[in-house]
């Protein structure tokens, strides 16, 4: 397929981080070297690619160039009928793939966590497309059980567990539990982070005591395995504790 053409976008943190020129021209933008992206997404056996499938590919350059925050090299790409893609003169750096692949059907993609553009090189990229793993699990009151009614969270997954993805969009899927606190989703095997922050009236999430091994960058931390199914375990929300006291100096006076 043809080369796909990109452009340079410069946020408001580039203009943040470098002082404006007091005479005309006050920026001076500097040549960014380039690289290529030669891509296919590769389907399990027995799965059809949906059709007019449109990649976003973003490249960080903070990654590998000094000084360079707010800095992006962004190009958009057509799958061919053979799910094959190119990018050409795509800026260096480390590069993100948000979601392509819609939530309302049960095909998932597994991004590569680590995708780099060097300069005058083409970086190979295949990109593996199945059944997403159907996860189940729920959201329940620690002290009765009871399970938490249209509790909102994400699921965070994808290049976004890897890296600091404040620049660009999360791969993530909402979730709402029923009225018995269940809920179900499809996710690409690997690992997740759950983005938790709704409230129930007189509870909370109490993420912060996990052991190590369970906590992420974004939340909770767990592994989807490769399976047709997998329940994670219960999300456990504690209950407030009225705590009253009162502030003193060191004289031990109000």
Same mark, same amino acid.
Do not use: C
């Given at each position: 397929?043809?080369?796909?053409?990109?452009?340079?976008?410069?946020?408001?943190?580039?203009?943040?981080?470098?002082?404006?020129?007091?005479?005309?021209?006050?920026?001076?933008?500097?040549?960014?070297?380039?690289?290529?992206?030669?891509?296919?997404?590769?389907?399990?056996?027995? +799965?059809?690619?949906?059709?007019? +499938?449109?990649?976003?590919?973003?490249?960080?350059?903070?990654?590998?160039?000094?000084?360079?925050?707010?800095?992006?090299?962004?190009?958009?790409?057509?799958?061919?009928?053979?799910?094959?893609?190119?990018?050409?003169?795509?800026?260096?750096?480390?590069?993100?793939?948000?979601?392509?692949?819609?939530?309302?059907?049960?095909?998932?993609?597994?991004?590569?966590?680590?995708? @780099?553009?060097?300069?005058?090189?083409?970086?190979?990229?295949?990109?593996?497309?199945?059944?997403?793993?159907?996860?189940?699990?729920?959201?329940?009151?620690?002290?009765?059980?009871?399970?938490?009614?249209?509790?909102?969270? %994400?699921?965070?997954?994808?290049? %976004?567990?890897?890296?600091?993805?404040?620049? %660009?969009?999360?791969?993530?899927?909402?979730?709402?539990?029923?009225?018995?606190?269940?809920?179900?989703?499809?996710?690409?095997?690997?690992?997740?982070?759950?983005?938790?922050? %709704?409230?129930?009236?007189?509870?909370?999430?109490?993420?912060?005591?996990?052991?190590?091994?369970?906590?992420?960058?974004?939340?909770?931390?767990?592994?989807?395995?490769?399976?047709?199914?997998?329940?994670?375990?219960?999300?456990?929300?504690?209950?407030? @504790?009225?705590?009253?006291?009162?502030?003193?100096?060191?004289?031990?006076?109000?």
């Amino acid at each position: 397929p043809a080369g796909q053409s990109t452009r340079i976008e410069y946020t408001g943190n580039y203009f943040l981080n470098y002082e404006a020129k007091k005479e005309s021209p006050h920026f001076t933008l500097a040549t960014i070297p380039t690289g290529k992206i030669a891509g296919r997404l590769v389907p399990a056996a027995g +799965i059809t690619l949906p059709r007019d +499938i449109t990649l976003t590919l973003i490249s960080h350059l903070d990654a590998v160039v000094e000084r360079a925050p707010g800095i992006h090299g962004v190009a958009e790409a057509k799958i061919d009928s053979e799910g094959r893609f190119e990018v050409n003169d795509l800026p260096v750096g480390r590069v993100f793939i948000p979601k392509f692949l819609s939530d309302e059907q049960p095909l998932r993609a597994q991004v590569p966590a680590k995708i @780099m553009v060097s300069a005058g090189q083409t970086t190979q990229l295949d990109i593996p497309v199945a059944q997403g793993v159907h996860v189940t699990g729920r959201v329940e009151k620690s002290d009765t059980t009871d399970g938490a009614a249209n509790y909102k969270f %994400s699921v965070i997954y994808g290049p %976004s567990i890897a890296y600091d993805s404040a620049d %660009s969009s999360w791969v993530k899927q909402d979730v709402e539990t029923d009225a018995n606190g269940h809920y179900e989703l499809e996710l690409p095997p690997g690992p997740i982070n759950l983005r938790l922050g %709704s409230r129930v009236e007189g509870y909370r999430d109490a993420t912060h005591w996990l052991p190590e091994d369970n906590r992420g960058r974004w939340g909770p931390r767990y592994e989807i395995p490769h399976q047709a199914e997998f329940e994670l375990p219960a999300i456990q929300l504690v209950k407030d @504790m009225p705590v009253s006291g009162q502030l003193v100096d060191q004289n031990k006076q109000p």
